[in-house]
Each structure stands twice: as C-alpha cells, then as structure tokens.
C-alpha cells in the first residue's frame, strides 16, 4: 500500500532553533507539494516541485523557510530561525502530474505537527 | 480569551440520512477539482474528482456536481455513516498544462449523530 510518509510525527522546539521536517514521497511520483495548515489560515501551499526541480515556492517566507529535494525519495522543508508563528501542521503531499492531461490528484501524508514555544 | 480561527461551516445530519457539501470556487478557468475529506489527526484524503467538460460524476456513495455557471461545486454522500465525520475541503485547479497547483476552500466540517 504506496504511501506518503513524514517524519517526524510531532516536533516540539524552541524559538530560534532550527527545524527540518521529511517527507518520501511515493515512489514514481514525480511532484511533492508542501503545505501548512493551521486554524487562522486553513491549508496553504508553501512550495512544489517537479521532478525534483521547484516549480513555486511564492507561498513560502523565503527569509526563514528552505525546501529542497536532494534525490527523489527526499523532500525537507527548513525552517531556520523557527518562531512561534510558524506552529502548525505542515503536510507533504506527492502526485503524478502529466503534461497536458488535466489530472492532478494528489497524495497527502499523515503531516508533521510543529509547536514552537 | 477569545479564540479566533476559522469558522468552518458545519453540516449536521443524522445517521442514514444523505449530506449535501457545497463549494464556491473562484476562478473561471478552473478545469479540474477534487473533493478531499480529512478526519481528525490525519492527512486530507482524496475523495472524487471531476473535470470541467462534465457536470456530474458517481463514485461510491458519493456524487459530485458541477455548475460551472455559478462556480459552484456540491458533493453528495448517500446514506451517511459516521465514519463519514470530517472535514470536507474542495480544491480547484487551473492553467491544465504545466500548473500542478491546487487552490483548497476552507472546508466544511460534517458531523454525522447516530
């Protein structure tokens, strides 16, 4: 059963440290979205990627927030100085975007709840 | 002190009865949506999904309609369960081609009562 996995699960850290959440995306996938969710905002697109390349990352602080994709069964999202206001759930999701044809399902993973005191 | 969030529209039906979702969406050129549903605690799961050149699609239980006059997006669930309990978001999509982003709605929180 081909899933989205995030690690971690829960991350509890102080202001200023830094944070690095993970994501493997299913396997043949070729597109990985990160988004955050929170109760203000609701589900927000931070950034994507296709075929490891970014495609947008307007959603993103760009001054604190890095994702990259360093193979293709790896995605991070850094956060670096972490602030309070960056508690959420941040979710990666995996698809498998082909040019031309208007279908875009993506796969959501169980999502990384980040508290930052 | 007061909390301050979203306030999801909530949907409450007894057991056995059907639920209908609604969903405005916002751009014209959308050509592709998708209904997601999340539980609590987990990822938003894929539900059904439509495209523009259709106005109505069945999945199981589910029934999706598209009124693109309006821009309006329903889901129709028949015979709720209360594994049906969730948050129900609508996504769209526009641009076809290279664009692979999905714009979500709010989401509106369905409660099922046994």
């Known amino acids: 059963d081909a899933r989205v996995t995030q690690t971690p699960r829960h991350k509890v850290t102080e202001m200023g440290q830094e944070v690095t959440m993970r994501c493997q995306p299913i396997?043949?996938?070729?597109?990985v979205f990160w988004y955050r969710q929170t109760m203000m905002q609701g589900l927000e697109l931070l950034a994507y990627f296709r075929n490891r390349a970014p495609l947008d990352d307007s959603g993103m602080p760009k001054d604190r927030f890095s994702a990259e994709m360093p193979d293709a069964t790896l995605a991070t999202l850094k956060i670096q100085p972490s602030e309070p206001r960056d508690s959420a759930v941040y979710f990666c999701a995996s698809g498998l975007a082909m040019t031309g044809v208007g279908r875009n399902e993506q796969f959501f993973g169980p999502g990384t709840r980040l508290t930052v005191l | 002190g007061e909390s301050v969030g979203l306030h999801l529209p909530t949907l409450s039906v007894q057991e056995g009865d059907n639920s209908i979702i609604n969903c405005a969406y916002s751009n014209s050129a959308s050509d592709y949506f998708i209904w997601y549903k999340q539980e609590s605690g987990k990822g938003p799961q894929f539900i059904i999904d439509?495209?523009?050149?259709?106005d109505k699609r069945q999945g199981q239980r589910v029934t999706v309609l598209l009124n693109k006059t309006v821009k309006h997006l329903s889901l129709q669930i028949a015979a709720t369960q209360p594994g049906d309990s969730a948050v129900y978001f609508c996504?769209?999509?526009?641009?076809?081609?290279?664009?692979?982003?999905?714009?979500f709605g709010k989401g509106t929180l369905l409660t099922v009562n046994p």
């Open positions: 439509i495209r523009s050149n259709m």
């Open positions: 396997l043949g996938h070729n597109t």
């Open positions: 996504a769209e999509n526009y641009g076809g081609g290279s664009n692979y982003k999905l714009t």
